[in-house]
């Protein structure tokens, strides 16, 4: 890996409390300002940088919860989202969480039978299964998330592609990845932690399931429905089908995170199962140019790094193009940071790493 340098991230005392800096899960850089969600919440947090181009630390955090903007499916708006993606583009930022079912963890005090009948609980929250766009104006001279915002006459609203279109729903007859749909994210059962966007292009990277070492991405050409200005519909591709496979060779790996670059997608792979590496950025070339499924391979998909990662820790979770146009610089920022990472101020360290 080659390191640049590190910036610092300063959250409040809210998301210190929550846990937020210690289980982040999707960043993405915008102009002055560093959108990040921790996996454990239902809100997006947005930071600002002490410079523009040379940003050392992102500060004066403001917390943006998602039930003021949309209707979370789930009974508590409050209840975590387990957001996994970001993506800026347009007038828009886009967020995905991870639709996944959660195994109950045996914890150190469990043995026994109690351990036994925990491994065997699998859960579902609904606020985990939502896609979602909120436009974005210039408030204070800060990109901001606003309920509704008029470009050009044409009015926005934040919109969410919900139940009856929704991923889950979407999949229950798909060949490769319906036996998967019950089976828990960290146990190579479906799992999204990647989101990016460009043109109509919507890309959903699958942590897992992996299936014998190709991973997945989905391709969606989300719409708002005229008659339901709130709802995201999606349009189909020429075979009918509302979404497009793509499979990538990562080496047995799972997507942890996607970020556009131009024409091309970088991919922050890394395990599927619950293990600490090994945590690799592919680049796949030409992505928003391809028209047919993919079977992604070869010159094609170039591996750029290999990141660190740490024992039980250091687990890099997000990933975002940082610095000006052709610095060729990415952030990478992580989930369960090693202690080295905190600082005695409240801050979390983030990586800027070069890419080739």
């Not at 979770?317 to 940082?322: N, T, V």
């Amino acid at each position: 890996m080659t390191l640049v340098h590190t910036v610092r991230l300063r959250f409040g005392d809210l998301s210190r409390a929550a846990a937020t800096h210690t289980n982040l899960s999707a960043v993405r850089v915008d102009g002055r300002v560093l959108w990040v969600a921790g996996d454990e919440t239902a809100t997006l947090e947005r930071l600002v940088a002490d410079d523009l181009d040379h940003p050392t630390e992102y500060a004066d955090e403001r917390t943006f919860r998602l039930a003021d903007f949309i209707d979370l499916p789930g009974e508590d708006a409050d209840e975590e989202a387990d957001i996994e993606g970001l993506s800026r583009a347009g007038h828009f930022l886009w967020a995905v969480g991870s639709h996944s079912l959660r195994r109950k963890r045996i914890k150190d005090h469990h043995t026994g039978d109690k351990a036994l009948r925990r491994l065997a609980r699998v859960q579902g929250q609904d606020n985990r299964q939502i896609l979602v766009r909120l436009p974005i104006a210039e408030v204070d001279g800060l990109p901001t998330p606003v309920p509704e915002l008029v470009v050009a006459g044409e009015r926005h609203l934040a919109a969410q592609l919900d139940k009856r279109d929704g991923l889950r729903t979407l999949l229950r007859h798909d060949p490769h990845l319906v036996p998967f749909l019950a089976i828990p994210g960290k146990d190579n059962g479906l799992d999204v932690e990647g989101i990016a966007v460009s043109g109509d292009r919507v890309y959903l990277g699958l942590r897992g399931p992996v299936l014998r070492g190709w991973a997945f991405v989905l391709e969606l050409r989300p719409y708002v429905d005229p008659a339901e200005p709130r709802r995201l519909r999606l349009r189909p591709f020429d075979d009918g089908l509302a979404y497009r496979k793509h499979v990538l060779d990562l080496g047995g790996l799972g997507v942890r995170d996607l970020c556009p670059d131009g024409d091309d997608l970088l991919v922050l792979a890394g395990p599927t199962m619950s293990l600490d590496g090994p945590v690799r950025i592919h680049r796949w070339h030409g992505a928003a140019r391809v028209e047919m499924p993919a079977v992604v391979r070869g010159e094609t998909l170039t591996r750029e790094l290999e990141i660190t990662y740490g024992e039980g820790d250091d687990h890099a979770e997000g990933m975002g193009l940082i610095g000006r146009p052709g610095d060729k610089l990415a952030m990478v920022v992580f989930d369960s940071p090693a202690a080295t990472r905190l600082t005695a101020d409240g801050a979390v360290i983030a990586d800027v790493v070069r890419l080739p």
